[in-house]
């Protein structure tokens, strides 16, 4: 079981007013709310400044809703105002009646509430919000043991010191996330992960630009969600028999290729396949520069390094 808390604040009773945060929370939960293929995916609450009055109480008390009982994955997205408070050293996101600083939901103490939240498995915070980057700082440690607790990654959408910027109607952050979720951070197999969704939104936000930041504390990555596999794992399978080792060269000729009176239907559906996973980088032709004439001139294809880790993950049966 999943489960997501969205909230996006534009409205502020004594704080200038945002523009893109509602329609920011309501993109990401209606995104992952299910795979592309359609199967459900998080089971989500929304609450946004357009509906209902966000104060500081109600969204204590839903976050610590979200971190308790027993699910896989408890995920709290959060776009509206945040701001970094040097006379505490604390990072704090803004409730739509924030006054003065006693009035910010402090980022340590969600990130307690998430840290005691043992019986869900992972916990993923994603703050669209100025000056979050902070969040689990070193500053935080105490007798040795790290803020971030066991499952838990924070995603945030610049560093400590830099706001968090709007563009067409959603913040700049959350709109690559939007990217990366449709398929643009997914890998091979399909999958989504936190990773993932950060180098991508890392490789698109220029040196002068806000810069995510990304901790986590796991030894697994979750799918935040699923795309269309760009091969099929049935041919990812086929990946040890075709190559017996990862150094071997696949030998190809002339009964491969369609357009060959030596073709042969069999080898053709074979070639079709290491095709594809040429096209992902997979596999490489060899003293060709492309597979048709690897097949025509007879030489052959191996696998590239990627290649040859999804031939170890299809070796150890994870697809």
Known sequence: MRKGLFIGINHYNHVTPLSGCNNDAMAMASLLER?????????????????????????????????????????????????????????????????????????????????????????????????????????????????????????????????????????????LLLQALHGGAANVLGKVTPGSVYSFVDNALGAWEQRPVFKTNVSQFVALREVAPLIAEDTLRKLPHWFPEASFVFPLDPSFEPTETAYSPENGDIFAQLQKCNRHSLIEPVDAEHMYYAAIHSTGCRLTALGAYYRELAIKGHF
């Open 35 to 175: 795979h592309a293929s359609g199967r459900p995916n998080f089971s989500n609450k929304i609450m946004t400044s357009a509906e209902e009055i966000l104060t500081g109480r109600l969204l204590k008390q839903s976050i610590q809703e979200l971190f308790s009982g027993d699910c896989d994955v408890a995920l709290l997205y959060f776009a509206g105002h945040g701001q970094f408070d040097t006379s505490i050293d604390e990072g704090l996101l803004i409730p739509q009646d924030f006054e003065r600083s006693d009035d910010g939901i402090r980022i340590s103490d969600i990130l307690l509430w998430a840290s005691n939240a043992t019986q869900i498995k992972n916990k993923i915070i994603i703050l669209d919000c100025c000056e979050a980057g902070a969040a689990a700082d070193v500053r935080g440690l105490r007798g040795g043991s790290s803020m971030i607790g066991e499952g838990l990654t924070i995603l945030t959408a610049c560093k400590k010191e830099q706001p968090a910027m709007e563009r067409a109607g959603h913040g700049v952050f959350t709109g």
